[in-house]
């Protein structure tokens, strides 16, 4: 059985910093394209950052120079070190691991206000 649990979301202020860890079980996760998506309230779900089975990593422009993702297949484990935060990153994000299909976890809130 495949599991996508995400940890480290919480309410931080403006210009705050968070780190988000996604730990994967159930799929050989070396293998996987593993990423997180967000969704705030009344918007599409929208990727924020990808990182390859080959480390090659991917960043939506509104987050590139703010966040870093990372991965460490031993641990199976993905994470996301976002710096500067804004109002605007207020959503629920989503790990998500893709090779043949897609697995999702149950997402965690990010609050970011003053």
């Known amino acids: 059985q495949v599991q996508l649990v995400e940890s480290g979301g919480g309410l931080v202020q403006p210009g705050g910093s968070l780190r988000l860890s996604c730990a994967a079980s159930g799929i050989e996760f070396s293998r996987y394209f593993v990423g997180w998506y967000r969704q705030a309230p009344g918007k599409e779900r929208e990727l924020v950052a990808g990182?390859?089975?080959?480390?090659?990593?991917e960043y939506a422009d509104s987050v590139k120079g703010r966040f870093t993702i990372s991965r460490d297949n031993a641990k199976s484990t993905l994470y996301l070190q976002m710096n500067g935060l804004k109002p605007e990153d207020t959503a629920v994000y989503y790990c998500?691991?893709?090779?043949?299909?897609?697995?999702w976890g149950q997402g965690t809130q990010v609050t970011i206000s003053s």
């Open positions: 990182i390859s089975n080959r480390g090659n990593t």
């Open positions: 998500t691991a893709r090779f043949l299909r897609a697995h």
